[in-house]
């Protein structure tokens, strides 16, 4: 059974560095694109980044570039999303999913269950 | 770069059917997905590839995409589709994934 299970709740203040993971199991880890999708309070879902374990090669979305990191530890099968400094526009539920196997589609097949992080003084 | 438009709401009575459209520029040369989630819990895909189901999906979900506009229909509606529906598409000119607005369906 393919699971994707993310570590949990995070209250930070602005400035403050956070990284939060996401642990892939029942598949293999290195064959698959794996991501980071944000959603805002009461607000729909952005694509972040997505990373493919098996090179580390990484892709942003425009809107993230520059403001968050993303890596991949194969040898644990688990991604992370990274910030420096963070601000108060942060606060939110951060999802991490895997894409499908075939390259033409993008499709985003499995999620996991979501980490709150909220960024507050 | 790529937008795609929902309306944001959709209401619907039970038993009837409910329809979710999904607005973008030659949105049909792309494969489109669907996405339902229920407040407080994770995204769950519904319909890939414009119009496949998961396993576990119920046959009552389908997805239509051609032109400008896809379609993600629910027959016999049922209280427990009550939801927020999004689509999605990869963009292959800019390798970046593009959400839709959201649309809230609500069961009357």
């Known amino acids: 059974e393919v699971q994707l299970v993310q570590s949990g709740a995070e209250v930070k203040k602005p400035g403050e560095s956070l990284k939060i993971s996401c642990q892939g199991s029942g598949y293999s880890f290195t064959r698959y694109w794996i991501g980071w999708v944000r959603q805002m309070p009461g607000k729909g879902l952005e694509w972040m980044a997505i990373?493919?374990?098996?090179?580390?090669?990484?892709r942003y979305s425009p809107s993230f570039q520059g403001q968050v990191s993303i890596s991949a530890d194969k040898s644990i099968t688990t991604a992370y999303l990274q910030w420096s400094s963070l601000k108060a526009s942060d606060t939110a539920m951060y999802y991490c999913?895997?894409?499908?196997?075939?390259?033409?589609?993008?499709?985003?097949?499995?999620w996991g269950q979501g980490t709150l992080v909220t960024v507050s003084s | 770069s790529y937008v795609l438009t929902q309306p944001p709401s959709v209401s619907v009575a039970p038993g009837k059917t409910a329809r979710i459209t999904c607005g973008g520029n030659n949105i049909g040369s792309k494969s489109l997905h669907w996405y339902q989630q229920k407040p407080g819990q994770a995204p769950v895909l519904v319909i890939y590839y414009d119009s496949d189901r998961p396993s576990g999906i119920p046959e009552r979900y389908s997805g239509s995409n051609s032109g400008n506009t896809a379609t993600l229909t629910i027959s016999r509606v049922e209280a427990g589709d009550e939801a927020d529906y999004y689509c999605q598409v990869w963009d292959t000119t800019s390798d970046h994934y593009i959400f839709g607005t959201g649309t809230k369906v609500t069961v009357l």
């Open positions: 999913v895997r894409r499908g196997m075939d390259i033409l589609t993008g499709v985003f097949d499995y």
């Open positions: 990373i493919y374990p098996g090179d580390s090669d990484t």
